[in-house]
């Protein structure tokens, strides 16, 4: 049973244009929220995170929003840049009994974005 | 700075045979995770050490085992291979093992088992 789920395998998106990557999750406990891009033959990078208490974590051209109630999240990228194609996974960290974050992360399996020049 | 190192980058074993993946961290990161990412999946948490000792152990089999040196790098070890267990092992390091920030991966070790 997957707890982080990216239903979309692939977008592609015009370069200048926004690009929108969606996850959704299934697990109340998670409390952080992290996207990681990852380039074939490297490990994936950390991109930008959200804590469960926030609804919106920006970092330049990157965008995290957070939506709780529905348990959803989504990365926005303005401008889209032919460098930003790659894999995109989100994951996320659960809670643990004594209140802080677990250290293993739970990923989704990844949209692969294409950004056209 | 040298980031997260893995070897080997690339490995071909057999099924039935035993594999041993390293990783050094980076330089004052005393955690170290393993991940495994089969294609077309994300990664999947196998182990976490720190200071040597497990923290954390994914749901896979007793094949699976890993240790932790006290220059901190570790090894994953897998015996038996089957060829399910071809995939890219991932190592992550981090300053401590609570919660995700800071995790950085290295590139991998693609394992191919035949």
């Known amino acids: 049973d997957q707890q982080v789920k990216q239903n979309s395998p692939s977008l592609s998106v015009q370069e200048g244009r926004i690009s929108i990557l969606n996850c959704d999750y299934t697990?109340?406990?998670?409390?952080?929220f992290l996207w990681y891009k990852k380039y074939p033959a490297e490990g994936p990078t950390f991109l930008i995170s959200?804590?469960?208490?926030?609804d919106k974590n920006e970092d330049g051209r990157f965008t995290v929003f957070l939506n709780k109630s529905a348990k959803h999240l989504s990365l926005h990228i303005v401008p889209s840049q032919p460098g930003d194609s790659a894999v995109y996974f989100c994951?996320?960290?659960?809670?643990?009994?004594?209140?802080?974050?677990?250290?293993?992360?739970?990923f989704g399996k990844g949209t692969k974005l294409s950004v056209k020049p | 700075d040298a980031g997260v190192t893995q070897s080997p980058t690339h490995l071909i074993k057999t099924r039935g045979q035993h594999v041993t993946l390293r990783c050094s961290p980076i330089?004052?990161?005393?955690?170290v995770s393993w991940y495994q990412q089969v294609l077309g999946q994300g990664p999947q948490f196998i182990f976490q050490?720190?200071?040597?000792?497990?923290?954390g152990r994914g749901n896979f089999p007793d094949r699976f085992s890993a240790r932790q040196f006290p220059n901190y790098s570790s090894e994953l070890n897998v015996n038996a291979l089957l060829l399910g267990d071809s995939a890219l092992y991932l190592c992550a390091s981090s300053l401590v093992p609570q919660g995700p920030y800071g995790y950085t991966f290295g590139s991998g070790t693609r394992l191919t088992v035949v």
């Open positions: 697990n109340s406990m998670f409390d952080y």
């Open positions: 959200i804590s469960s208490i926030k």
């Open positions: 994951a996320a960290s659960a809670k643990t009994d004594y209140g802080g974050s677990q250290g293993n992360l739970i």
């Open positions: 330089s004052g990161h005393k955690s």
């Open positions: 050490y720190y200071e040597k000792e497990e923290r």
